[in-house]
């Protein structure tokens, strides 16, 4: 199977490439390889190539930058979808668009099923909406895969931030009134592997299990780390609040946490909790480094 992923710079695509290069012919697109806002370009690089799937993981994902870019924001994640799609009916292959839990607006008080109403409150939760709509319009075989809190060894993110400040300082706090669930790549390239097996098409949520705010998260993984021996400053996680947050731009969704129940009724897999994937992290990724 060849398949090509775009966006291989990233915390994400990243780790597809690692892990589906070990059994399958993989094409992996950096920015600097393939740069979404150069359209033409895209369709001459990607035209000449024979391939049985794509999966576009690429994406401006900066939310605040993106408040004041809408013009980029809609280029990259919502164009370059659309000519990603042309060029996958082209080929007869399948497609794989990566999207978010920020198309919610998050007064929900229970899990998002796929068949919710979207109502993104930021340029960049819109520009990801559009973009879902062109790859789904395209072709009924599409998959639109919604995952949220990615983390991974790929590229830093929260729990990284996290426990680099509990090494350097008692002060921690994180926000404690906004919840989803973590999403850990690892995971994540083997769910979309059976997806795609079972020719999975349409909306898609696919997160770890259970749910927590960014405070619950940061608490557990500076946890993690005294559990695995990891020598911090920090051991408590202070609670702030979002409305504390006065650097963000974008609005944010308060709860945004996904109901993988669709993956788990048509494939037989039910994403395992996010605590488990965040331990397992910390010992293999923070730790390992840290020796
Ligand atoms: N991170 C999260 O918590 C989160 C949550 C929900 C959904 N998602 C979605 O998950 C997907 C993967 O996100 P991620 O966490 O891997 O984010 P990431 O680390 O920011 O990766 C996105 C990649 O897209 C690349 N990119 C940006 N503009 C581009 C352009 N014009 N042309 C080509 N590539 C471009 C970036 O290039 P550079 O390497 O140059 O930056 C980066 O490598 C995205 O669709 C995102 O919307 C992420």
């Not at 926000?175 to 989803?180: G, N, Q, Y």
Request: with cysteine.
């Amino acid at each position: 199977m060849r398949i090509v992923i775009i966006g291989t710079g990233g915390r994400l695509g990243a780790a597809l490439a690692r892990d589906y290069a070990t059994t399958f012919d993989v094409r992996a697109y950096t920015r600097a390889d393939l740069d979404l806002t150069d359209l033409d370009r895209t369709r001459e690089l990607l035209r000449p190539l024979d391939f049985d799937l794509l999966i576009n993981s690429a994406a401006l994902t900066h939310v605040d930058y993106c408040e004041d870019h809408r013009d980029e924001a809609f280029m990259i994640n919502a164009e370059a979808p659309q000519v990603l799609a042309e060029l996958c009916q082209e080929k007869n292959a399948k497609l794989i668009q990566i999207s978010t839990d920020y198309v919610f607006d998050g007064k929900s008080p229970i899990p998002y099923r796929e068949e919710d109403e979207v109502i993104p409150l930021s340029v960049y939760g819109e520009s990801k909406r559009e973009g879902e709509l062109r790859v789904l319009s395209a072709s009924a075989q599409y998959l639109v895969v919604r995952i949220s809190w990615v983390f991974g060894p790929d590229r830093p993110s929260f729990v990284d931030q996290v426990i680099q400040r509990a090494r350097k300082t008692k002060q921690v706090a994180a926000v404690a009134d906004k919840f989803s669930t973590p999403t850990y790549t690892l995971d994540l390239a083997q769910w979309l592997q059976t997806a795609w097996k079972k020719d999975l098409s349409g909306l898609l949520h696919l997160t770890n299990g259970g749910e927590c705010s960014w405070q619950q998260y940061a608490q557990y993984a500076i946890d993690c780390c005294y559990h695995y021996g990891l020598a911090l400053q920090a051991k408590r996680v202070e609670e702030l609040k979002l409305s504390d947050m006065k650097n963000f731009i974008a609005q944010r969704p308060v709860y945004t946490v996904l109901s993988t129940a669709r993956f788990t009724r048509q494939t037989g897999v039910k994403p395992r909790n996010w605590r488990e994937a965040v331990a397992e992290y910390i010992k293999t990724y923070v730790i390992k480094d840290e020796n």
